[in-house]
C-alpha cells in the first residue's frame, strides 16, 4: 500500500513565478493538510482540506492556494514565488479531518522548492 | 498565543546512552499531542500520539509522558542508536473551530560511535 506520495521531489524557480505542487494521500484518506518547512524550523501549517473543502488555514498570504479533487489528491499553488518561499513544503494525509484522538497523519517526503 | 517550545535545540549523545527531550505548550484547547522523528530532508514520521488522559506512551525504545497540568511532555530513548540521529519534533493538536497542528520547532539530536 503506497504512502503519501508528493511530486515533484525537487523544483528550483525564479522569483515572481507560479509553481504548483500535488500531494495524492494514502488510499482510503479523505484529509490532506499542508505544511511549509524552513530550513531549521518546524513545519508550519498552510492548509487543510476533507472532502474537497477548505477546513483550516495558517497565516500565509493569499499568494498560497490550494484545493482538493474528487480522488481526494491535492494541490498547493503559489504564486508570485519570493525568495522565502524557498522551503520543504510537506503534505500530511489522514481518514478525518482529525478531529478526534488517536487519528493518525502520516506525513510524505516533501518537495524541496528553492526560489533563486 | 498557541505556542509549543521544546528544548534542548541539539543535543549529542553517544552510542548507548539514554536521552530525555523536553516539549512545552500552551495550546488551548488541547486534543492531543504527538512526537515526530524526522530525518534531514524527508518528512516527519509519527514515533507517539497521546491525549490529555494518557500518561505515558512507548514505541519501542521511546517512552513519551504526558502531564497535562503543567502542560508538559517528554521523549525518552534509551540505549541509543545511530539511526537515532534525526529532529523530533513535538506536535500539538488545537481543535477550536478548525483543526489544526502547532509544530514545535524540534530537538535535533546527533548519536556518535
Known amino acids: 500500500d503506497a504512502g503519501v506520495t508528493q511530486s515533484p521531489t525537487h523544483l528550483i524557480k525564479t522569483r515572481g513565478q507560479q509553481v504548483t505542487l500535488r500531494c495524492s494521500p494514502i488510499?482510503?484518506?479523505?484529509?490532506v493538510s499542508w505544511y511549509q518547512q524552513v530550513l531549521g524550523q518546524g513545519p508550519q501549517f498552510i492548509f487543510q482540506?476533507?472532502?474537497?473543502?477548505?477546513?483550516g488555514r495558517g497565516n500565509f498570504p493569499d499568494r498560497f492556494s490550494a484545493r482538493q479533487f474528487p480522488n481526494y489528491s491535492s494541490e498547493l499553488n503559489v504564486n508570485a514565488l519570493l525568495l522565502g518561499d524557498s522551503a520543504l513544503y510537506l503534505c500530511?494525509?489522514?481518514?478525518?479531518?482529525?478531529?478526534?484522538?488517536?487519528?493518525?497523519?502520516?506525513f510524505g517526503q516533501g518537495t524541496r522548492l528553492t526560489v533563486v | 498565543k498557541n505556542q509549543v517550545e521544546q528544548s534542548p535545540q541539539s543535543l549529542i549523545i553517544l552510542e548507548g546512552k539514554n536521552c530525555t527531550l523536553q516539549?512545552?505548550?500552551?495550546?488551548?484547547?488541547?486534543?492531543?499531542l504527538r512526537w515526530y522523528k524526522q530525518d534531514t530532508g524527508r518528512g516527519p514520521v509519527s514515533l507517539t500520539i497521546?491525549?490529555?488522559?494518557?500518561n505515558t506512551k512507548s514505541n519501542g525504545r521511546y517512552t513519551a509522558t504526558l502531564d497535562a497540568d503543567t502542560k508538559q511532555s517528554s521523549l525518552h530513548i534509551t540505549a541509543s542508536q545511530l539511526s537515532d540521529s534525526a529532529s523530533y519534533i513535538c506536535v500539538v493538536s488545537v481543535t477550536s473551530g478548525t483543526y489544526k497542528y502547532i509544530f514545535g520547532t524540534g530537538t535535533r539530536l546527533k548519536v556518535l560511535a
Open positions: 516539549c512545552n505548550y500552551t495550546v488551548s484547547p488541547f486534543s492531543n
Open positions: 500530511a494525509s489522514s481518514q478525518i479531518a482529525n478531529r478526534g484522538p488517536g487519528t493518525e497523519a502520516f
Open positions: 488510499s482510503g484518506h479523505k484529509s
Open positions: 482540506y476533507y472532502e474537497k473543502e477548505e477546513r
Open positions: 497521546m491525549t490529555f488522559s494518557e
